[in-house]
């Protein structure tokens, strides 16, 4: 344990956050009051003792997941011959499928059995089955190979192309439809898709965690933490900066230019002359050929208390 929250810290300090010795140390000693078993609980105690910026919570979040991602034997991705451990999966796929009347085998499964699944799962807000479908999606699309030198951005492609989430949104809705007693109003409708979008959204973070994992897996925890590193947004370049990236900056320097804007208004307002006297500049600058040499300024005049 020891090690791994040294990695850790490490990690944190390479990806940029300002980690001290002593933040170290509150850790440690966090995480001592705490439940080790709640995963939650965890990460948030590492979060208030190591993290100090808003920008920075992204970063520690995606460094948390690589180093501390679910592990034990319900979730094991390689046996002993480096092939994907499928056993516990196998065996819930079977039960469902049965229920279905379907073969009970996951291999077997065909794409429109799975979207069936899927479909079951995000209309009940089932996130038990959300997550075990995760699983079954990124066996059966991503096409994981150990030792392959691929990223993750081309696995999560793979796996949600061959879902084709859009429609099942829309799929969603017209189930959402057929059980309303009554026609939806446009406000019901737009709160019905706002939760399907939303149930939709977990389950690719879902996905995503699960490709992460078995790339965790098979590659290493340092490997896959330095393949996911990304720039704080006060060390990316602008000029280079993606949407995203240029989102987050905006975001990091609101509070500066709320700040500079209050610091001006406050310099305006105690000056001692007032804003600038157009007529009286030009008329003074006749006597230098209309060259505005000497700007005028009116008199300041203070606000009247209310």
Do not use: C
Request: zero cysteines.
């Amino acid at each position: 344990m020891l090690d791994l929250m040294s990695g850790f810290v490490v990690e944190l300090r390479n990806a940029g956050l300002p980690v001290s010795l002593t933040e170290n140390l509150d850790a440690m000693e966090a995480v001592k009051h705490i439940p080790i078993e709640d995963r939650d609980a965890f990460k948030y105690a590492l979060a208030t003792t190591l993290v100090k910026n808003e920008q920075h919570w992204k970063a520690f979040e995606t460094v948390f997941e690589v180093y501390f991602s679910l592990r034990g034997p319900e979730y094991n991705v390689l046996d002993e011959d480096g092939e994907i451990d499928e056993d516990s999966l196998e065996e819930w796929m079977s039960q469902q499928m049965r229920g279905m009347g379907g073969q009970g085998s996951s291999e077997d499964m065909s794409p429109e059995e799975i979207a069936e699944m899927l479909f079951r799962a995000l209309m009940n807000a089932d996130e038990a089955m959300m997550a075990a479908m995760a699983r079954a999606a990124v066996t059966q699309f991503a096409g994981m190979e150990p030792g392959r030198p691929v990223g993750g951005t081309y696995y999560l492609y793979r796996t949600l192309r061959n879902l084709d989430l859009d429609g099942m949104l829309d799929r969603l809705m017209e189930q959402a439809q057929e059980r309303s007693e009554e026609d939806m109003t446009s406000l019901q409708e737009r709160l019905e898709r706002e939760e399907f979008e939303n149930r939709i959204e977990d389950l690719k973070k879902e996905i995503e965690a699960e490709i992460r994992r078995r790339l965790v897996a098979d590659r290493g925890v340092e490997a896959m933490a330095k393949t996911l590193r990304k720039p704080l947004p006060e060390d990316v370049d602008f000029m280079h900066a993606s949407r995203e990236e240029m989102a987050n900056i905006r975001k990091a320097i609101q509070p500066l230019t709320r700040k500079l804007a209050a610091r001006l208004a406050r310099k305006r307002k105690h000056k001692r002359r007032g804003p600038l006297d157009f007529r009286a500049t030009v008329r003074q600058s006749l006597s230098y050929g209309g060259v505005p040499a000497e700007p005028r300024f009116r008199n300041p005049r203070p606000n009247k208390p209310e």
